[in-house]
């Protein structure tokens, strides 16, 4: 049985994922009291009085809402909500297990984006955080600006942010074991989607300041007519050489690749017009765009994927639960650019120097201590801004 067949009847036999487990006990009518009618007019009333008491007097505080409109799940593409739903219940699994949130998935069957808009933040009270989901780019952008204006809790995206995260922290990391700075070190990133655009931009506040991003057309370059709107942003903020051309102009004395695009996209003759050891990031996904035996063979010192059977798997489950657990846990009221900052280091910081190699610049996704490590930071980068609510 392959894993395929192995999951399909894992899903058919637990008929879903996850289940709601009550928090008190019902064994008599007094229980049946204090849970429900009459005493549960009383939280009410108190709410009615200061909405802020949600966060105290319900689950609130600890449940995050999981959105997709199912337009871009997981390699899948545009299978729509329904189909999208077992990777909904996989990332609530994820949430509780790692960090001991609870999460509900929601499935939305529009992808109208007002709609999508208007239905998420109708919804938004019965959560202390949303996450949105596998919806495509560039709608995700707007739908995510438009929610953060709309909402008075995080609305994160974990698609772009989660991935720009996990990306910045293994490369603060794999930076170390090449000897190369950020401020000098060139980047190119290959996808301008939502996650080539987030992890570019975190990665430029973070003092990576020599950095290209290529679509499937090329360079992204200043004055270039064909480019949207979207993309001449990001020409604006990068490319300080502004050069034009394909990929492989892009990475010829390149320091490091970052891939969020197609599998098999880098080409060996492309590694080894890189500088010397040099870093790659293939995270296409489940077929990374270069094989990293096949990038060490020419050249790459370090290379990570987005599969668990490589070294340095770069995934999101190292990120997203702690940072909502550090944020929930203070009621912060956004996902700040700090935040984001201080959980890639937080996350950087779980292997001690001594301990980091080629093959070991990122944690294992199943490390527990991610978690702990992000939340806290999250929280104290959240306290120090005064962005809480308790």
């Not at 650019?337 to 294992?364: N, Q, T, V």
């Amino acid at each position: 049985m392959d894993i395929n067949q192995e999951a399909l009847k894992l899903h058919e036999t637990l008929g879903g994922k996850i289940e709601v487990v009550s928090r008190c006990k019902l064994e008599n009518a007094h229980d049946l009291s204090l849970a429900y009618t009459p005493g549960v007019a009383a939280p009410c009333l108190e709410i009615q009085k200061d909405e802020s008491l949600s966060f105290t007097l319900t689950r609130r505080r600890n449940l995050v809402a999981v959105v997709t409109d199912g337009s871009a799940v997981l390699g899948l593409g545009n299978i729509g909500p329904a189909a999208g739903m077992p990777v909904m219940e996989g990332k609530c699994v994820l949430f509780k297990e790692f960090a001991g949130v609870d999460a509900f998935p929601l499935c939305i069957d529009t992808q109208d984006t007002d709609k999508l808009v208007e239905t998420i933040a109708l919804l938004s009270k019965s959560f202390g955080g949303i996450n949105l989901e596998d919806i495509s780019a560039p709608r995700c952008f707007e739908i995510e600006r438009r929610l953060k204006e709309l909402c008075d809790i995080p609305v994160f995206h974990d698609d772009q942010h989660g991935t720009a995260v996990v990306i910045a922290a293994a490369l603060t990391n794999a930076l170390k074991v090449v000897g190369k700075q950020k401020e000098t070190a060139r980047v190119v990133i290959c996808g301008a989607g939502a996650a080539g655009t987030a992890s570019g931009q975190l990665l430029l506040d973070m003092g990576f300041s020599n950095l290209i991003f290529c679509d499937k057309d090329g360079i992204l370059s200043r004055g270039d007519t064909r480019l949207s709107p979207e993309h001449q942003h990001l020409a604006e903020i990068s490319n300080p050489e502004n050069l034009t051309g394909s990929l492989s102009d892009a990475l010829c004395g390149a320091d490091i690749f970052v891939g969020v695009s197609r599998p098999g996209l880098l080409t060996p003759e492309m590694v080894r017009s890189m500088n010397q050891d040099a870093i790659l990031l293939a995270m296409s996904n489940p077929v990374p765009e270069i094989m990293p035996d096949l990038a060490l063979q020419n050249g790459a010192a370090v290379v990570g994927t987005g599969r668990s059977d490589f070294p340095n798997q770069i995934n999101n489950v190292l990120v997203f639960p702690g940072l909502f657990k550090g944020a929930l846990s203070v009621g912060a009221r956004a996902i700040t650019e700090g935040m984001k900052h201080r959980a890639a280091l937080a996350l950087a910081a779980l292997i001690p120097e001594e301990e980091l190699r080629p093959d070991y610049i990122i944690p294992s996704p199943l490390d527990k201590r991610a978690a702990e490590a992000v939340a806290n930071a999250v929280a104290d980068e959240a306290r120090k801004t005064g962005n809480t609510r308790f």
